[in-house]
């Protein structure tokens, strides 16, 4: 048994088993992003914020430097654009001029929630809202260059969506009491159905800008991180009543995939849910089982944990980054992106993904 695991984990690690995505064309004409920072390649570069990472450490074990990505390397949706066949990561949308439109862009950006006032305190940031605006322009374009809107909904239907938002709501926002009245005037569950609510309309906005095959990130344990662990755990153990927090946000998210996908009137559309947070808690909880030897500091930043400050510019990090699960006090390292984008794009554990992975789901 103990071999087998091994053997998994070494799949999982190295991708020996290559299924036929390397060769040929993508599995899908697009991808679209959105959402916070946890996806962010660099769109928050031009904006006024704290929120940055065009600096490094960031970027470090990229041959080019820091690219605006908070991480050392690769993010989730670098390596799935790998899986799904792209040749090349998926531009932000700051940076896109109407050539590379075709292919999908990113919207996500740091700090950035459901709700508006989320992540005030720290700049601008493009909120789930703009995002959607920003990508309303980007349907009128391919409208243009594609000749119709017939012709355009056919392509986007095809195309996959990935969407994570929520993060932000709780760490930006109900949990930062001193700037935010969430707290006083919800409840956690009150809170959280709100949250559900808006975003329940949001990805219906998305639906009739033409998205069929979308995956809604569950949030990963945002009480374990080095940031929460700074602020309320001297003990280095997660934080449970934001751990608890966030689950109540999976469980509704959970049920609101049912419920999409149960609405006779969207049409052609699947929904699927990510399961960040059992398959980050398997690492945090048996670090060594997958490689990992450190998952309560960061790898660069600041004070306790390394999670009172994120990575200060130029700040020399940890050097063994393949054993860090966290890279600053709330992003994960390119090892833990890893895990993730492979375990989601093709379950290795059913509990992974609900109820498709991405694979199965951009071949519908
Ligand atoms: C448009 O963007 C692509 C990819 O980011 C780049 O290769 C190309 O040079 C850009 N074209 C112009 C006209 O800026
Ligand atoms: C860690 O600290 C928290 C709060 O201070 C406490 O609830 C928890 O029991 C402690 N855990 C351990 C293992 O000491
Ligand atoms: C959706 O449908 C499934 C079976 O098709 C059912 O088990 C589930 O209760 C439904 N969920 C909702 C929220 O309607
Ligand atoms: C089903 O989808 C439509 C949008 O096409 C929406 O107006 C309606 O509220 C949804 N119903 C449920 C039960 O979610
Ligand atoms: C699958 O994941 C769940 C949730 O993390 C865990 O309880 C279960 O042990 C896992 N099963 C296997 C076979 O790894």
Known sequence: MATYCEF???????GFILPTWVVGKPQVPCYFIFGDSLVDNGNNNRLVTFAKAIYLPHGIDFSSGSSGRFCNVRNFADFMAEYLGFTSPIPPFAFSNGSNILLGLNYKSAAAGIRHETGRHLGDRITFDQQLQNHKLTVLSIRDVLGGPESTSTYLQKCFYHIG?????????????????????????????????????????????????????????????????????????????????VKLFNHYLKLLVDELNNN???QNAKFIYLNFYDMSMEVIQQPSSSGFRVVNSACCGMGLNNGALTCLPFEVPCLDRNKYFF????????????????????????????????YHLVQL
Request: proline residues 2%; charged residues 20%.
């Open 8 to 14: 998994v984990m070494f799949i999982l690690f190295y």
């Open 165 to 245: 938002f929520g993060s932000n709501d709780y760490l930006y926002n109900y949990f930062i009491t001193s700037v935010y009245d969430t707290s006083s005037r919800f409840t956690v569950e009150e809170f959280t159905k709100l949250l559900i609510q808006q975003y329940r309309s949001q990805i219906l906005e998305l639906y009739n800008y033409g998205a069929r095959k979308v995956a809604l990130n569950g949030l990963g344990p945002v009480g374990c991180t080095p940031y929460e662990m700074s602020r309320y755990s001297s003990n280095k153990t997660c934080v449970e009543h934001i751990n608890t927090a």
């Open 264 to 266: 006779t009137s969207l």
């Open 327 to 358: 890279w600053d006090a709330y992003h994960s390292t390119e090892a833990a992106n890893k895990i993730a984008s492979r375990r989601t794009y093709q379950a290795l554990n059913e509990s992974d993904v609900y109820p498709l992975d991405i």
